[in-house]
Structure formats: structure tokens, C-alpha cells
T-cell receptor, first 109, second 116 residues
Framework: GQNIDQPTEMTATEGAIVQINCTYQTSGFNGLFWYQQHAGEAPTFLSYNVLDGLEEKGRFSSFLSRSKGYSYLLLKELQMKDSASYLC??????????WGAGTKLIIKP | GAVVSQHPSWVICKSGTSVKIECRSL??????MFWYRQFPKQSLMLMAT?????????EQGVEKDKFLINHASLTLSTLTVTSAHPEDSSFYICSARDLRQDYEQYFGPGTRLTVT
């Protein structure tokens, strides 16, 4: 079966760095996405990785290792507004998105 | 970036009535639109994939006669919840795939449905 695993909840301090991990097992692979979702709102796109390595975009970076079925989202200089759920999703061989359950990130002052 | 709108953003209806939710891609053509449902504190659940000009593909466990999907043009898809019941109360989100960048999905702002 297809499976995406990520931690349910994480807590971090404002100004710090946090890494959210995602492991996956899917039938085929056409890229991995990270989305941010604030409570009561729709997800917003953060990053897309299809090749191994690190993609940096401002305070957010995303890493992919296809051989390990592993990705992480790195958030630097955390701000209170970063409190949200972070969703990992993998596009399978049929170009369908397989979603993880999301990681709720709580930022404390 | 690409913009997807949904209307209405929230709706309250009585049990037994039907509700229509519209999803529009405002500045791009979307051959494929997706309808998701999300219950509180849970992840997105794909309900159906809607392709322009053809019948929607429903996920297992989703009743196609209850959740009617129409994708009449490259910029509009509608979801009609027929004979709504309180258990249908949820956050409904659509997303659209851009022809020019077919890997990315753009999400609408969501519609919160409450059935009383």
C-alpha cells in the first residue's frame, strides 16, 4: 500500500530552527510537495522536490532522498506566524497526490 | 501565481437540502480539478478527480450520487452535496492543476459547510 509518515505534532521556540521529517512508500514517484495549512484555511504551496538534494527558499528549505524515501522541511528563524500544520504529499506514478496526515507545529515565544 | 476561487466560502443549510459549491481557476486553464474534504484536526481526504468534459472519478467510499461533480469548462467545476445531512458538515476544498505546470496543484480557499 501507499504510505506517508510524518510526526503528528512538534513544538519549537520563536527564532529557533525546526526540521519536520517525512518518509514515504508509494507506487512510483513524480515528486514530493510540502504545503502549509493554517487552521480553517486551505493549504498553500511551499516546495516541490523531484531530484535528490536541498532546495532553499528564504527561511524554508526542503530536502529529498529518493533512495531512502525521505524528505524534510527545515524552517529557520521561526516566527509565531509559522504556527500551522505542514503537509507532506507525494505524487505517484499516476500523478495523483498521496497526502500525509500533517504535522502540527506549535511555536512558543 | 495561479489563483483558484471557491464560492461560497461558508454555508449553513438544513438537513435534506442540496448545496452547490463552485470552484474556478481565475487566471489559468485547469484540465483537472480535485475535490477534497477535511474534518477538524484531520488531513485532507480526496473525494474525486474531475476532468473537463468527462465524468469525475470518485475515491472509494465516496457516493457519486450524493456528491455530484460537474466540470463543464476549463475554468469551472462544481460540487453539489445532495440531501445533505449533519455528518456532511465539513471543510470542502478544491484544487486545480495548471496545464502549463502539470505537477502543481493550486488550492481554493475552501468552503465550510454546516448542515443543521
Amino acid at each position: 500500500g501507499q504510505n506517508i509518515d510524518q510526526p503528528t505534532e512538534m513544538t519549537a521556540t520563536e527564532g529557533a530552527i525546526v526540521q519536520i521529517n517525512c518518509t514515504y512508500q508509494t507506487s512510483g514517484f513524480n515528486g514530493l510537495f510540502w504545503y502549509q495549512q493554517h487552521a480553517g484555511e486551505a493549504p498553500t504551496f511551499l516546495s516541490y522536490n523531484v531530484l535528490d538534494g536541498l532546495e532553499e527558499k528564504g527561511r524554508f528549505s526542503s530536502f529529498l532522498s529518493r533512495s531512502k524515501g525521505y524528505s524534510y522541511l527545515l524552517l529557520k528563524e521561526l516566527q509565531m506566524k509559522d504556527s500551522a500544520s505542514y503537509l507532506c504529499a507525494v505524487m505517484d506514478s499516476n500523478y495523483q497526490l498521496i497526502w500525509g496526515a500533517g504535522t502540527k507545529l506549535i511555536i512558543k515565544p | 501565481g495561479a489563483v483558484v476561487s471557491q464560492h461560497p466560502s461558508w454555508v449553513i443549510c438544513k438537513s435534506g437540502t442540496s448545496v452547490k459549491i463552485e470552484c474556478r481557476s481565475l487566471d489559468f486553464q485547469a484540465t483537472t480539478m480535485f475535490w477534497y474534504r477535511q474534518f477538524p484536526k484531520q488531513s485532507l481526504m480526496l473525494m474525486a478527480t474531475s476532468n473537463e468534459g468527462s465524468k469525475a472519478t470518485y475515491e472509494q467510499g465516496v457516493e457519486k450520487d450524493k456528491f455530484l461533480i460537474n466540470h463543464a469548462s476549463l475554468t469551472l467545476s462544481t460540487l453539489t452535496v445532495t440531501s445533505a445531512h449533519p455528518e456532511d458538515s465539513s471543510f470542502y476544498i478544491c484544487s486545480a492543476r495548471d496545464l502549463r505546470q502539470d505537477y502543481e496543484q493550486y488550492f481554493g480557499p475552501g468552503t465550510r459547510l454546516t448542515v443543521t
